[in-house]
């Protein structure tokens, strides 16, 4: 299996523009996970979707943040307009149940940049 | 708010001894723990886990410790090794709920 794969893995945007991340859940998973990494506030979860529904989107940051996930194997997590402080890391994550025993399995991250 | 916290960013140590790395949690609902593993440009990597029901778990050169009435837990890598060099995280949850993991701890292993 390939993991979970995300795109691009690294985007560079100016302020205001749109930015649109994917996400590759491994197949056969059925719960996919939205992260992000900062500093201060290390791994926060942003939504996650159970059997393609969202469940918990209590982390998204604010309306600027939407995300879907049309079928089993896609997600997407869109930042519109982008502004500064939304550079970080984001990482999607899946797994076979919602609490599985061995975690999630994470995918290598976008690391974006707005500047 | 922070409900699983770790005050060390980072932590360096000679390789060879003990590396601990600790994890502090607010919520004293959460019964399954976990820390994760995480060099640079890759994702977080599952490491070890332990229930609420027990208060040690090992495996290998890792060793995890739950103190439930303290609230606190520690990670220990003996002996450690120059590939045990990255980020550590901590992760909690109440059964049927999400992970919520700490801020992380950067290990660094002197040769």
């Known amino acids: 299996d390939a993991g979970v794969i995300q795109s691009p893995r690294h985007e560079v945007t100016e302020m205001g523009q749109e930015v649109t991340l994917r996400c590759k859940p491994i197949s056969g998973h059925n719960s996919l996970f939205w992260y992000r990494q900062t500093m201060m506030r290390g791994l926060e979860l942003l939504i996650y979707?159970?059997?393609?529904?969202?469940?918990?989107d209590s982390g998204m940051p604010e309306d600027r943040f939407s995300a879907k996930m049309p079928n089993a194997s896609f997600s997407t997590l869109k930042i519109q307009p982008s502004e500064p402080r939304d550079s970080a890391v984001y990482f999607c994550?899946?797994?076979?149940?919602?609490?599985?025993?061995?975690?999630?399995?994470f995918g290598s991250g976008t690391r974006l940049t707005v500047v | 708010d922070q409900q699983v916290k770790q005050n060390s960013p980072s932590l360096s140590v000679q390789e060879g001894r003990i590396s601990i790395l600790n994890c502090d949690y607010t919520?004293?609902?959460?019964?399954?723990f976990l820390w994760y593993k995480k060099y640079p440009a890759e994702g977080p990597t599952f490491l070890i886990s332990?229930?609420?029901?027990?208060d040690k778990n090992e495996d290998g050169r890792f060793t995890v410790f739950l103190n439930k009435s303290a609230k606190h837990l520690s990670l220990h890598i003996v002996p450690s090794q120059p590939g045990d060099s990255a980020v550590y995280f901590c992760a909690a949850s109440k059964t049927g709920n999400q992970f919520y993991f700490g801020t992380g701890t950067s290990l660094t292993v002197i040769p």
């Open positions: 332990i229930s609420s029901i027990k």
């Open positions: 979707f159970n059997n393609n529904v969202p469940i918990d």
């Open positions: 994550a899946s797994s076979l149940r919602r609490v599985p025993n061995y975690g999630y399995t």
């Open positions: 919520n004293s609902m959460f019964d399954y």
